[in-house]
Structures are given as structure tokens and as C-alpha cells.
T-cell receptor, first 111, second 115 residues
């Protein structure tokens, strides 16, 4: 499985944008970039995924570098409810592929 | 969107007993489900891949005779922790892939405490 590297922790203020980076220098051409987040004592929650182009949904935006060796999850206006551990994961999307979780980034939001 | 229901949300059992955890896909069929374990302050560790109608595929180091997985229908997978011991105390989470546009859906997790 291709490896991803994320900072252990980040901190931001409420109502400010947050940029969560992820490095995946060994990504292959068929790997999709997934982001999940886990709130305390809950199962992970899907946030967004993409292949080459930047993606937007109601939760966040995903900016993918042109060489695909890194990506950034963007929370446009953080709230206290966005405090969670964010995981960046690579996987093939054809068929049901197992997700292998790294350590993720623990995001703290200050009021 | 896809919903995965996991029960129980927490369970306390005595050492040596067995515990069954259920994972149901409520509004979609899941031929494949995944089981994870998470210890405090750690990330999720994949235990096994559950395949409907066939044997589960276990990750290296996971005892298949201790963690029994049954996936008898397209909407239900169960994990049974047999002869549980205190070191099996953990947060167990299942997941399944719904519609591809929504990625993978996870259950809410089961916190197992073995005393």
C-alpha cells in the first residue's frame, strides 16, 4: 500500500480556514486520494476523495498537486465540531478495497 | 447516503467468555465488509476483510480462530471475539463500501471491555 505522511497535529481557530497537508510521493497512477475524519469515540466519517482534479463538496475541498505527490484538505470555515483526527489514505477505487489508516492529523479548533 | 449500523455500541464481558458484534448495511448491499480494531490514542488497525458467502481474509498477526467472522448475507457481518481476555479490550469498528461516490461508510464502533 502506498504510504502517506501527515503532521501529527494542527491547531486552528474557529471560523478560520484550515489546510491539512498530506504527502504521498509514492502514489501510483491508479491510486485515489481519500480523506476521512474520526471524532472522539466514533467510527471514521468519509470527507472527500479525488484522483487528479480538485474536488469540492459540502464538507470540504481537496486540492491535489499537479504531480499528485501531495494533497491538501481544506476546511473553509472551521467550527468546533471539526475537531477530529483527519486521515489521508490512498486506495484503488475499483471494487471494495481495504483502507489502511496511518496516524492521521489531530486537529484542534480553538473557540 | 449509505448507513452502517453496528451493535452493541459498548459491551463489558468476563474473561473467558465470547462476544458477538454485528455490522449491518441498512440501505445497501455490501458483498465486502472490513473489521478494524483501535486501541486508545492509536490509529485504526485492519483486522480482516469479510466476504459474503466465503471465508474472511485476515491480516497478518490476527488470529482467525479467536476473531470469528461470519458474513452470511449481503447486509450482515458479525465478529465474534472468542475466549476474550483483558488485552482484547478495544474499540472495534466495521466498514463497508456503499455507492462509490461516498467512499466507505463506517459503523459507530463497539467498545469492548473485558474484565
Amino acid at each position: 500500500d502506498a504510504k502517506t505522511t501527515q503532521p501529527n497535529s494542527m491547531e486552528s481557530n474557529e471560523e478560520e480556514p484550515v489546510h491539512l497537508p498530506c504527502n504521498h510521493s509514492t502514489i501510483s497512477g491508479t491510486d485515489y486520494i481519500h480523506w476521512y475524519r474520526q471524532l472522539p469515540s466514533q467510527g471514521p466519517e468519509y470527507v472527500i476523495h479525488g484522483l487528479t482534479s480538485n474536488v469540492n463538496n459540502r464538507m470540504a475541498s481537496l486540492a491535489i498537486a499537479e504531480d499528485r505527490k501531495s494533497s491538501t484538505l481544506i476546511l473553509h470555515r472551521a467550527t468546533l465540531r471539526d475537531a477530529a483526527v483527519y486521515y489521508c489514505i490512498l486506495t484503488l477505487i475499483q471494487g471494495a478495497q481495504k483502507l489502511v489508516f496511518g496516524q492521521g492529523t489531530r486537529l484542534t479548533i480553538n473557540p | 447516503g449509505a448507513v452502517v449500523s453496528q451493535h452493541p455500541s459498548w459491551v463489558i464481558c468476563k474473561s473467558g467468555t465470547s462476544v458477538k458484534i454485528e455490522c449491518r448495511s441498512l440501505d445497501f448491499q455490501a458483498t465486502t465488509m472490513f473489521w478494524y480494531r483501535q486501541f486508545p490514542k492509536q490509529s485504526l488497525m485492519l483486522m480482516a476483510t469479510s466476504n459474503e458467502g466465503s471465508k474472511a481474509t485476515y491480516e497478518q498477526g490476527v488470529e482467525k480462530d479467536k476473531f470469528l467472522i461470519n458474513h452470511a448475507s449481503l447486509t450482515l457481518s458479525t465478529l465474534t471475539v472468542t475466549s476474550a481476555h483483558p488485552e482484547d479490550s478495544s474499540f472495534y469498528i466495521c466498514s463497508a463500501q456503499g455507492q462509490s461516490n461516498y467512499g466507505y461508510t463506517f459503523g459507530s464502533g463497539t467498545r469492548l471491555t473485558v474484565v
